[in-house]
């Protein structure tokens, strides 16, 4: 049967649980003639005769009565499906995916939403930890998480947290075997914990900037993460030099338990971004997560 018949499928459906043409045209909002018509159309096209008719009553013949039991149930899940679609317009509901460092997870997504949980049960987070840059749109996710410098340009970015900077920290274990760099440069002569960028493959040469003077240094060291955590956790025992986000360590230093290098080199820059495709913005749910990221100076 072709495509365009379905409506003729739908009308005789009409017909059959009304139990008459006059009330199941004016649901269908047609005049009786245009449904009987169709009806007729039907049953020639399918050689099978599907109402019986009276001048008092209509009732489905055995063959039209097996095809309303076939179709009911299958439209009635067709329309609740639709209904249910149409609510997303006006719900907050459905599956938010995120892709982010474990950084940014830890410093800003999560503790801001912690709430939207709570607040909108039927909205469902994902997030994939992943210190690379990805593709959101090949790879299917609803946004991306990074710093502001590493947005794609043709994307929506919406800034969600503060500028902050990267430290070169190390344990007074390791500098009491190893004198304090002065330079960037003499990162070189000391074993540093690295960092591997996910997607790139390569390890992150560590960014200075002192007096308008931009530096990088790759490093070289017995250790390689791709998360920062553990980076922090080596650097407490002793293995080494490692760069990391400031807020990550402050503790730390505060407790005696690291020492921050090259202070006076390492600037501040663009804090994370969320970013996205712009299909994505008039979705009730993803509203409601770009909303709680959104950063408010002050």
Known sequence: MARQDFNDLLWFLAVAEERSFTRAAAKLGITQSTLSHTIKRLETRMGIRLLTRTTRSVAP???????????????????????????????PAGNVRLTLSDHALDSVVWPKL???????????????????????????????????????????????????????????????????????????RHTCINM??????????????????????????????????????????????AYLPEDLVDRHVDAGDLTVLLDDWSPRFPGYYIYYPSRRQNLPSFKIIVDALRHVNG
């Open 61 to 91: 013949t055995d063959a039209g009565e097996r095809l309303r039991l076939s179709l009911s149930p299958r439209v009635a899940e067709i329309e609740a499906e639709i209904a249910a679609l149409m609510a997303y317009r006006d719900k």
């Open 114 to 188: 912690r709430p939207v949980l709570t607040d909108y049960p039927d909205i469902k987070l994902e997030f994939s930890i992943d210190n690379g840059l990805r593709n959101i749109v090949e790879d299917g996710f609803d946004a991306g998480i990074r710093l502001g410098e590493s947005v794609e340009k043709d994307m929506i970015a919406v800034r969600i947290g503060p500028d902050w900077r990267l430290v070169a920290v190390a344990s007074p274990s390791y500098l009491a075997t190893h004198p304090a760099p002065v330079h960037p440069h003499d990162l070189v």
């Open 196 to 241: 591997r960028q996910a997607r790139a493959g390569g390890l992150y040469a560590w960014e200075f900037e002192k007096d308008g003077q931009e530096l990088r240094v790759r490093v070289d060291g017995q250790l390689t993460f791709n998360a920062s955590f553990a980076m922090v956790d080596a650097a407490l025992n002793g293995y080494g030099v």
